[in-house]
Structures are given as structure tokens and as C-alpha cells.
């Protein structure tokens, strides 16, 4: 949901830097996982490679909402995959992006670190609601929604700390709120959609749950 749609130049260059590093750093830790702890299957391999063609291909799609606001299925990519493997598809997705044009090449650092926090939250909260007596609709709702408030508290906190250069008035803390309390409203509808695609796979095929 989340997104710094800014281009090159936008950052300077060391908050470029800064943010590829932790992003390389997580994507490490993520690999690592996938290397020692959790082994890939085929049906995780296809799983992964359905979410990531879904994810990009929502993430064209711009909802004609304050200049333009877009889904891109973080949670369902969280609460399907987890975030080791989440981690590997949003930094496909978030590549694919900037190579159309989707933001600068420069910014997939940021970009990935705010679509990570969204994977992330969103798997924890509803692996978390697990130990009540929710329906899985609800569950995944539920996620979705924190997930994605933490993705723009992310995007806020990144954009507020590296600055944008180049231009003749410095973006605040209330414009950015703003495009914050935009998305969350199209969050709302991410919410339904992916506790819908959630419960229904969770009827057809619980097997993808069990990892």
C-alpha cells in the first residue's frame, strides 16, 4: 500500500545508501532463513511466483483517488508466504516498479524496507489473533489493516529523515499525513480482499498454511 513514489534525486546520496544497507541487511537475514531453517518447495516456489505476477500487476492498477493511491497485496503476500519469502517477492515487485518507471531505482532500499514492515506486521498480527476464537476473515482483515498502518508510519518516518532535495518548500509532517490517511482508506478495501482470498484459500487448500 505504502509506496515513495519519488524519483532519483529525490534522497540524497547517503540516505540512499543508508537505506539500501538495511534493506541488504534484512534481505540477508531473510535468505539466511530460507538457507538454514525453512526449506523452499516447488509449491512454495509457485505460490511465490503467483503472489509476485498478483502483486505487480495490482500495483499498476492506480485507483483515481488525491493524484493516484494503488494496492499491492503486502499482507496477503505476508500471511501467505511469511516474511522471509514475502521479503524476496516485494524486492522482485519493487525492481519490476522502478524499471517501468514506479519510482526511482535509487528509492528500492526505502521502498523495500516499507513494504517489509508491511509483511512483516500483517503475518505477526494475524499468527498473533490465532490464539483467539476469530474467524480467519477477520484475522486477515485485521492484519492487513495494522500492516499497512505501519507501512505508512514507515514511509512517513523515512521521507521525514532523509529530506527531499530540490524542492522549494520541505514536505511536512501533515502533508505526509495526509497521503497517510489516504491510503489507509483504500487500505480498508485491501482488507476485504484479502481476508476474503484468505478465508477462501483456508477452506480449499489449508495445506498452504502449514509451514
Known amino acids: ?48 511466483s503467483m503472489l509476485t505476477s498478483a502483486s505487480f500487476a495490482i500495483f499498476q492498477v492506480s485507483i483515481p483517488l488525491f493524484g493516484g493511491v494503488h494496492m499491492n497485496l503486502t499482507s496477503l503476500i505476508g500471511i501467505l508466504t511469511g516474511p522471509a519469502i514475502g521479503g524476496i517477492i516485494v524486492l522482485i515487485v519493487n525492481i519490476l516498479s522502478a524499471a517501468i518507471g514506479h519510482g ?7 521502498n523495500l524496507l516499507v513494504s517489509m514492515t508491511e509483511v512483516t506486521v500483517s503475518y505477526s498480527i494475524y499468527k498473533a489473533l490465532g490464539k483467539f476464537n476469530l474467524d480467519t476473515f477477520f484475522k486477515a482483515g485485521i492484519g492487513t489493516i495494522i500492516g499497512l498502518l505501519f507501512g505508512n508510519i514507515a514511509m512517513i518516518l523515512i521521507i521525514l529523515i532523509s529530506g527531499i532535495q530540490g524542492v522549494s518548500q520541505p514536505i511536512t509532517l501533515y502533508d505526509l499525513s495526509l497521503i497517510a490517511a489516504v491510503n489507509m482508506g483504500v487500505a480498508i478495501i485491501e482488507a476485504f480482499i484479502t481476508g476474503y482470498v484468505v478465508s477462501y484459500i483456508m477452506r480449499v487448500r489449508p495445506d498452504i498454511f502449514r509451514r
Do not use: E
Open 1 to 48: 500500500m505504502a509506496h515513495i513514489h519519488l524519483p532519483d534525486g529525490a534522497f540524497s546520496i547517503q540516505w540512499i545508501i543508508t537505506w539500501w544497507i538495511l534493506a541488504l541487511i534484512i534481505l540477508g537475514l531473510c535468505l539466511y532463513w530460507l538457507k538454514k531453517v525453512k526449506k523452499i518447495d516447488n509449491r512454495t516456489i509457485t505460490l511465490a
Open 104 to 110: 526511482g531505482w535509487g528509492m528500492i532500499g526505502a
